[in-house]
Nanobody, 123 residues
Framework: EVQLVESGGGLVQPGGSLRLSCEAS????????FAWVRQAPGKDLEWVAS????????EYADSVKGRFTISRDNAKNTLYLSMNSLKPEDTAEYYC????????????????RGQGTQVTVSS
């Protein structure tokens, strides 16, 4: 059974930073495609960032490019999202997503998704 467990969310002031983690189990971590997606209150799920071809390829939504960094540690079966220069509009529930057959990029329908971690950016 594939399990994705996010952590690291919280309340942060505008301009602050957070690092989200996603620990995966039940899979051969290095062989999967991963992404982060988010959902703000009252809005649809939004794709944020993806990593595929190992760590050779990363892609980011325009809204987070230059501020967020996706990374992975295969030895720890963990995916990360480092978020800097946070803005109030980044407030959302953040989900880790995974797929085994195709890159989890620029879409929100990856095969597996975790339960989420809440990020609130407010002064």
């Amino acid at each position: 059974e594939v399990q994705l467990v996010e952590s690291g969310g919280g309340l942060v002031q505008p301009g602050g930073s957070l690092r989200l983690s996603c620990e995966a189990s039940g899979i051969t971590f290095s062989r999967y495609f991963f992404a982060w997606v988010r959902q703000a209150p009252g809005k649809d799920l939004e794709w944020v960032a993806s990593m595929f071809n190992g760590e050779l390829n990363t892609e980011y939504a325009d809204s987070v490019k230059g501020r967020f960094t996706i990374s992975r540690d295969n030895a720890k079966n963990t995916l990360y999202l480092s978020m800097n220069s946070l803005k109030p509009e980044d407030t959302a529930e953040y989900y880790c997503a995974a797929d085994s057959s195709s890159p989890c990029t620029r879409r929100t329908d990856c095969r597996w998704r975790g339960q989420g971690t809440q990020v609130t950016v407010s002064s």
